[in-house]
């Protein structure tokens, strides 16, 4: 803050404030406080006998500038006058900042010129009143403590987040909000910085910081006075670095680790936060915030809609014919809803009525709107220009537009505009025509989404025979960006592309250009899709939403047919009522489908917007799962915490019985109910290639399971896997499934996991598993309440039959003594058991004699788990023993979570030296620590080893033993080295969903 600021006619101004014994009480500690502040005091004789003029004289002789009003402001909560001190407070703030005076004349500029509202300041007030006031309140009581905060700003592309913000700034600056609280805000575009490679936050902040104002770094020492506004996450063309942060705000940082910093509160961490965020980046920062506070913009209600017509229009006619004319189309009115969609419509509406036209908007996607405006801005403004001076000048736009989109710019300079042919006049004119705005030297689009509408038009206007770009990506990868994780602007630009491309629109868009527009776009994305389909991890990659909303652009059936066509598998979330009626659309146009896993939520249950009508959502619905039977190889469907009503079970089910419906695989888990059942119990029955039935975490009455399992034994039903973990199902329901286990020979695996079976329901399994005409291979009981009790029934059922090979008592209280069950029975030939899994069951080293007897004398056990117990290093003794025995023949053996340390490793090591027939060995989650690594990869190494598959996290351990780990499967290749290398596997089997 500058000297001249201070003056001894300002401090006299509050002084006189004082009531007599005040003052004479702040003369008596004006002797002393200046001792506290490392200043020399002014003498008491001189003081004692002062009157006020003196005093303040006398303040600003010994402690010129800001001293003299640190003093007094000490002074006066001393004295019990905290009223002065709030008010000096506040002069110091606001009208002695010239900070606050620069950031309220620029705002006020970028308010007045770079905002397309072209209504008063009262409307927007009065739009934004419920958000402001929550914004008002964020930061807490001015009064209370001063404690930091994060505030998001949410809200989708459009909806006018940046307006809302700029209008936040120019309030605080006028001194209309937080004038308690917020000493300095800063304003951070945070899409500027994509260029920037290093800098300092002192840097950042210097550009607006005036040389009249106190040293910024003094500013930055008091953070918690201070609110950080950062705009433009979308358009960051990099990733915040929050793996390295960094404290010191004067130190050059790469931006990423700047940023991160900041963001994540390791910079400046009493300071406060302001974030804009849409839908691409609240995916990616928003949960790594520090408890943040979520403001949504829901765009504008249909009463702010009508107001803002008015306002646009002024004159009460237009504005009720306008406005009639959009209420009347649906999807007009919806888009409205936004502001930026609410002034391209506007715009367009009183261009037509300026040339006398009947207004008429054909409005059925984002492309056609900005269609719609574009060449009504065009009409206007190249009436006076020749077809080819404005086809040259429409290009040069268009290449400036698609260059910024792939070089990550959005802010031009003079050279970028004339390297891609905009001349100053073009400049001018794009300017007064509202595509460009023009600050100073600088140069941008109107709206980021505009500059993703002409990147889209230049892939049309190019021409066939046009000069190569190397700057600008391939229609290829334009696909590629749209349905794949990649920043906003290239996907807006892609969804623009597809809606550009359809025949009607190119049609309309040719009056304005003297050259064909391409008609090659269309087969170049269906070949983008294409060559997206044939790479390893594409199905992984592609997006749904995306997918469906950029192909729904376009609307021309056969197009979207051929997109469809290279897509076999889907995975499709959907929490709306829009997006469920976009994939209904796409999904009726498919043929080639095969799988399908999907998410269904607030679309039956609960229409929040009350959009469409049961009846409309049931039509889309039909639509939907069209899909099911009319592609020829459509084989799994996987539902996973899927919503629905009666009317739309009725409508799946139905879909999935019709004869040319092939489903092998149906998976349904977390469902909140069956509908009737009916037609759900009929899928099972009547589809003759159903062989896979999932209902994992979905909660089944008694009278369902015996349902279910009356399905399940007839013979007509095909069902081969059947997944019932976590179904709620008790000891009583184990009566009919151990009928179905009888009297159904296909049923080859259950799993149960997670039910309380209790001892008498597995007492009914087993005498089920004990009868002949039982063929079932792979039981499932993690989890289901069984101890050693039950050991003795299941090791006399595993004697009896004659085919069970997969058996998971996982998480169950079987302890030692249950384990010597299985240990004295399995000794005897006869066993079919080749797997057998004990994870979690409370064993200690003392069964580790029983279990190599058992790994001994049985040939045909070849997998025992064992993770997570207390085997310890003298259980792993006793089991390597018996490994190296020559009649074992064990293949895979996981001690994982076993408390194992280093002095298990020799034997470990003997044995893999030794036993070439043990492929897999899981160490994972045990502290073997560098050395014992060390031996292990020494046996690793030796040419007898014949290890296949080694469960260790390398990560887990430090730098030097990584290395070791990685030159040892670089040896040997016929080796891997994972963490929980069976996990999937397993998971699969159990029917449980990672």
Known sequence: MAESSFSDSGLLRYIKELREEEFWKFKELLVQEPLKLNLKPIPWPTLKKALREDVAALLDKHYPGKQAWEVMLSLFLQVNRRDLWTTAQNEIRNKLNPYKSHMKEKFRRVWERETCLEVPDEFFQESIKEQYEQLSGAYGDPEAEETPATVVLCGTGGVGKTAFLRKVMLEWAEGNLWKERFAFVFFLNVHEMNNILEASLVQLISRDWPESSEPIEEVLSQPQRILFIMNGFEELKFHLDLDDPCSDWGQQQPVPVLLGSLLHRKMLPESSLLLALGSLSMKKYFYTLQYPQCISLPGLSESARELYFCHFFREEHQAATAFSFAKNQSSLFRICKYPLGCWMVCSCLKWQMERGEGISISINSSTALYASYVTSVLKSGLENITLRQS????????????????????????????????????????????????????????????????????????????????????????????????????????????????????????????????????????????????????????????????????????????????????????????????????????????????????????????????????????????????????????????????????????????????????????????????????????????????????????????????????????????????????????????????????????????????????????????????????????????????????????????????????????????????????????????????????????????????????????????????????????????????????????????????????DLASVLTFRKSLKSLNLDGNNLGHEGVVILCEALNHPECALELLGLDRFMFEEETQVLLEAVEEKNPQLRILPQPWETEENRMRGVLI
């Open 391 to 906: 086809t040259a000048k429409l290009k040069a736009l268009c290449t400036l537009a698609a260059e910024g989109i792939w070089m990550d710019t959005f802010v031009f300079q003079l050279e970028d505009l004339q390297r891609n042919g905009v001349s100053e006049t073009d400049i001018s004119m794009w300017v007064g025509m509202q595509f460009l705005r023009r600050n100073e030297d600088r140069v941008t689009f109107t709206h980021i989404c505009l500059q993703g509408f002409f990147a889209a038009l230049w892939y049309l206007v190019r021409g066939p025979h046009s000069q190569y770009h190397p700057a600008i990506g391939s229609v290829a990868q334009v696909v590629e960006g749209t349905v794949t994780p990649s920043p906003t602007y290239l996907m807006q630009t892609g969804f623009f592309l597809f809606g550009l491309s359809a025949k009607k629109m190119t049609s309309e868009l040719q009056m304005f250009f003297d050259v064909p527009l391409s008609r090659d776009i269309q087969w170049e994305i269906v070949e983008g899709f294409r060559s997206l389909s044939q790479c390893s991890d594409s199905q992984s990659l592609v997006r749904s939403k995306e997918l469906f909303s950029s192909i729904f652009e376009n609307k021309e059936e056969e197009f979207i047919t051929q997109v469809m066509s290279v897509f076999q598998n889907l995975d499709i979330y959907i929490s709306h009522i829009n997006d469920f009626v976009v994939s209904a659309f796409c999904l009726k146009h498919t043929h080639n489908l095969q799988q399908v896993h999907m998410t269904i939520e607030h679309v039956f249950a609960d229409d929040r917007e009350h959009i469409f009508s049961t009846t409309q959502k049931i039509f889309c619905w039909k639509d939907f799962c069209s899909a099911f039977s009319t592609s020829k190889d459509f084989q799994v469907l996987d539902m996973d915490g899927c919503v629905f009503d009666d009317a739309s079970h009725e409508v799946l089910w139905k879909s999935l019985i019709h004869s040319t419906c092939k489903l092998q695989k149906l998976t349904y888990n977390y469902a909140f109910d069956l509908g009737n059942g009916v037609d759900f119990f009929r899928v099972i029955l009547h589809n003759a290639h159903l062989t896979y039935l999932s209902l994992h975490g979905t909660n089944l009455s008694r009278e369902q399971v015996k349902k279910l399992c009356e399905i399940l034994a007839h013979p007509f039903c095909n069902i081969e896997q059947l997944m019932l973990g976590k179904c709620d199902i008790t000891e009583e329901s184990c009566t009919d499934i151990a009928s179905v286990l009888q009297r159904n020979q296909k049923l080859k695996l259950l799993s149960l996991i997670e039910n309380p079976l209790m001892h008498e329901g597995a007492l009914n399994l087993c005498n089920a598993l004990r009868q002949p005409a039982c063929s079932l291979e792979k039981l499932l009981l993690k989890f289901c309440c069984l101890t050693s009790a039950t050991c003795a029934y299941i090791s006399q059922a595993l004697y009896c039959s004659k085919s069970l090979s997969v058996l998971d008592l996982g998480s169950n209280a079987l302890k030692d003594e249950g384990v010597a069950y299985f240990c004295n029975s399995l000794r005897y030939p006869g066993w079919s058991l080749q797997e057998l899994w004990l994870t979690n069951c409370y064993l200690t080293p003392f069964c580790c004699k029983d279990l190599s007897t058992l790994i001994v004398s049985n040939a045909k056990l070849k997998t025992l788990k064992l993770r997570d117990n207390k085997i310890e290093d003298a259980g792993v003794k006793e089991l390597c023993t018996a490994l190296k025995h020559p009649n074992c023949k064990l293949e895979n053996l996981g001690l994982d979570l076993c408390e194992l340390t280093m002095a298990c490793c020799e």
